[in-house]
């Protein structure tokens, strides 16, 4: 009993424009998780691999929690900030898209 979707006839409903929605909204979320996992992977890296250069004193801290303590909450921010501007920028682009994909097929 299994029924097949409607059809649709605007261009918003076509598989074209759904995978072209989602391949650039997949490469938006893995460019900002992997700025994420940047910082989360390469933070114990460095002080494992360079642990003079993390114990530096920078402003009363050492580099290690200078980052970790001070700088991460804003990198996480920034790329926050970065994926919901870019995300609305993609939306605005999509209405865009389908809007002009609609009138040709008028």
């Known amino acids: 009993m299994s ?3 409607p059809k649709h006839d605007d261009f918003i409903h076509s598989e074209e424009f759904l995978h072209g929605l989602m391949k650039r909204q997949l490469k938006l979320s893995v ?3 992997a700025a994420f996992l940047f910082l989360l ?3 114990p890296l460095l002080n494992y ?3 003079a250069f993390m114990a530096q004193r920078v402003g009363g801290f050492t580099l290690t929690w200078l980052i970790l303590g001070v700088l991460f909450f804003p990198y996480v ?5 970065i ?3 870019r995300s609305m920028a993609l939306e605005n682009d999509e209405v ?5 994909g609609n009138k040709r097929k008028s």
């Open 83 to 85: 994926f919901i501007t």
């Open 31 to 33: 460019t900002c998780a």
């Open 77 to 81: 921010w920034i790329i926050a900030r």
């Open 96 to 100: 865009r898209v389908a809007a002009e």
């Open 41 to 43: 992977i390469g933070l």
């Open 49 to 51: 691999l360079a642990p």
């Open 3 to 5: 029924q097949s979707p």
